[in-house]
């Protein structure tokens, strides 16, 4: 009986412990919070809240157009000459390529198993429930078309860009920035860096011109580094962002992502940024489209597709603001992966996802006249500078994507 | 001493309800898996991008690329998605953690020791899904925050298996299907799977050999 007066207490006891085990185990399973950087990202959210007050916004998620489709007429515009398969059967998952200013040659980004952690304390703030924890390290690969070689640049490297004069391809190896030179086949530091932080990491890319967009500090925003005309004001990102420089990296579209921020959902939105230091928002609600937007070789149109209800692509004029809708189809078909031609007068794009219906690779001519479908299959058409290649992706049974060179002869001489 | 008694029986019963409460919680939430998804995106730069989210997050940022988000979508619809998409990150967390050894299905298919991720490309670059971060949007959310927790299982455990979780597959297809119909959301995912005129195998998602069951699953929330 003596013993029977401790028995509850031992209940008790053990009851405790193993609700004390419980929520470890539970904690230990769940997420970790995610430490809140130094910055604040204020300048992001002062952005982002510029853009969302605008009340015009072209927003994806109310966007319904009760007009017909804008199909432009089926027509031969170009013929194919020889579409033949460039990459080889070595393993390598080959991805995005890079022309040269003269399309004599193309960088393709090849992403290895090895890797580059990132900080936790990188993490947008409050957007705990979705983190970036590492990036690929990746081979960037050289290739002559006309020569059929291939040639390594580096076994760590990303975002290459040629010089304008298509000597050089500058490239960020982690957060540094190399200069590769085709005359020499040897890269060097190219004398700038950026910090080691998610936006160090993500973002920073080079120029045409050997400068180099990234924060000066840890988690300050993106400025133009070297030479003395920054040609943008500071931009403030996140990892949950994207950007598409200008070509002549004067002007920059952000996509903003949507997230949580300071525990309220913001909703995704596009901003364009001119060199003065102004904003114009694009659209809300429509990250894919920031994600997908091409600008023209001018600098003066921006292209995208949108993937509403009824997908399609509008092609906006920095100079007047004003947008037009080019293709909207009558099918619910993906559109996406589009590409200007050199002189501007047509955009090749991908339709169809190969899920509801196959893919396809279509031209169409800027000024809405005409369109062709080029391949059937195939997606990520790439445009070579001279006009007399594109360069597309098919699916490959042993990696994700096999790539072609197509060459074309045109067959009338009309676009936009 | 029969105070002593009161107070003695009032302590075990408090103790032995606290010791249920307890048991009743673990086995309750066995099934929902307490880690998170790794899972590795191409970028648009053409580089791989290692992300660690909810398995809440993850659907938050699939659902309005798969589904939609237009006024076309029916709310349950939406909800039909989340709970397909769900079952989806549900059975591949717990099939890649607990290593489940039949069937073959360790979904996350790269890297080695504490690194495995499961591979997932956006179709505009070459893939089979649309996971992109930062997509999220408001109706999406709703529909994901409503359905909370509800998922597909089966109805007994399989031999073997360490839980009764059913992967859903989706493709365009099933998606607007579970628009094209009527109901609430499980009344459109049954519509969208079951009639689909191919043997309903819930059990396929990283599957190599599958279980060609046609049992209907069950959608509890715990």
């Known amino acids: 009986m003596r013993n029977a007066k401790f028995f509850p207490v031992f209940v008790l006891l053990v009851a405790v412990l193993l609700l004390s085990a419980g929520i470890t185990i539970a904690r230990s399973q769940g997420a970790e919070p995610v430490q809140q950087g130094s910055s604040d990202f204020e300048l992001r959210a002062e952005t982002v809240n510029a853009a969302l007050a605008q009340n015009n916004l072209f927003d994806c998620a109310t ?93 760590d490297g990303a ?18 920035l190399m200069k590769f030179d085709l005359n020499t086949r040897t890269a060097i530091y190219a004398g700038l860096r950026a910090p080691y932080t998610a936006v160090g990491l993500l973002f920073s890319r080079p120029l045409p011109d050997g400068r180099l967009l990234a924060p000066r500090q840890p988690h300050a925003p993106l400025e133009i580094q070297g030479g003395k005309t920054p040609a943008l004001s500071p931009i403030e990102v996140a990892d949950s962002d994207h950007i598409v420089l200008s070509p002549w990296s004067d002007q920059v579209v952000v996509g903003y992502g949507a997230n949580t921020f300071g525990g309220h959902f913001v909703p995704a939105v596009t901003v364009l940024h001119h060199p003065n230091g102004e904003i114009t928002p694009l659209l809300k609600n429509c990250h894919f489209s920031a994600i997908e937007m091409v600008w023209s070789p001018t600098g003066k149109q921006i292209a ?58 279509w031209v169409v001519s800027t000024n809405g006249a005409m369109r062709q479908r080029l391949t059937e299959g195939g997606l990520l058409p790439n445009w070579s500078p001279d006009g007399r290649h594109i360069l597309y992706a098919r699916p490959s049974a042993d990696r994700l994507l096999d790539w072609y060179l197509l060459e074309y002869t045109a067959v009338e001489a009309e676009g936009g | ?134 997509s999220s949007q408001t109706r999406t959310d709703s529909a ?73 699953p069950t959608y509890p929330n715990n």
């Open chain 1, 304 to 361: 995208y597709p949108t993937n509403t209800d009824i997908p399609e692509i509008r092609i906006y004029d920095v100079e007047s603001g004003q947008t037009r809708v080019l293709v909207r189809l009558d099918t619910g078909d993906l559109l996406s992966g589009l590409s200007w031609s050199p002189d501007g007068k047509f955009l090749a794009f991908t339709q169809g996802d190969d899920r509801s219906t196959p893919r396809s690779i």
């Open chain 2, 144 to 216: 994901t925050n409503a359905t909370y927790g509800y998922h597909a299982e089966r109805v007994s455990l399989p031999s073997g298996r360490p839980d009764k979780l059913v992967g859903l597959r989706y493709n365009a297809t099933i998606q607007n299907r579970t628009n094209s119909t009527t109901g609430t959301w499980l009344q459109r995912i049954r519509y969208a799977v079951l009639n689909m005129g191919t043997p309903y195998d819930p059990n396929v998602e990283c599957s190599q050999e599958d279980d060609q069951t046609n049992t209907d």
């Open chain 1, 159 to 176: 975002r290459p860009t040629w010089s304008t004069d298509a000597q050089s391809i500058y490239y960020m190896m982690g957060t540094d």
């Open chain 1, 63 to 155: 966007y319904y157009p009760d007009l017909g489709s804008v199909l432009p007429v089926d027509h031969q515009i170009f013929q194919i000459v020889r579409d033949v398969k460039i990459t080889p059967d070595d393993g390598r998952e080959y991805m995005g390529a890079v022309w040269s200013p003269d399309g004599n040659a193309m960088v393709l980004v090849v992403p290895t198993d090895g890797y580059r952690d990132i900080l936790d304390s990188d993490a947008l703030p409050s957007d705990d429930e979705t983190r970036l924890v590492a990036i690929s390290r990746n081979e960037l690969m050289l290739y002559f078309p006309n020569q059929n070689v291939w040639d390594q640049i580096t076994s």
């Open chain 2, 1 to 134: 001493m029969n105070k002593q008694i009161r107070v003695l029986t009032t302590l075990t019963a408090l103790g032995l309800t606290l010791l249920i409460q307890l048991f009743l919680t673990s086995s309750a939430h066995a099934l929902i898996p307490g880690y998170d998804h790794k899972h590795r995106y191409i970028k648009p730069d053409y580089t791989y991008a290692y992300y660690t989210t909810t398995k809440e997050a993850y659907i938050k940022n699939t659902l309005p690329n798969e589904w939609g988000y237009g006024e076309t979508w029916h709310d349950n619809a939406l909800q039909a998605g989340a709970v397909m998409i769900r079952s989806g990150v549900y059975w591949r967390v717990n099939r890649s953690v607990l290593n489940s050894p039949w069937p073959n299905n360790n979904c996350y298919k790269g890297g080695s020791g504490d690194t495995l991720y499961y591979r997932t490309v956006p179709t505009s670059r070459g893939g089979q899904e649309q996971w992109l971060p930062g």
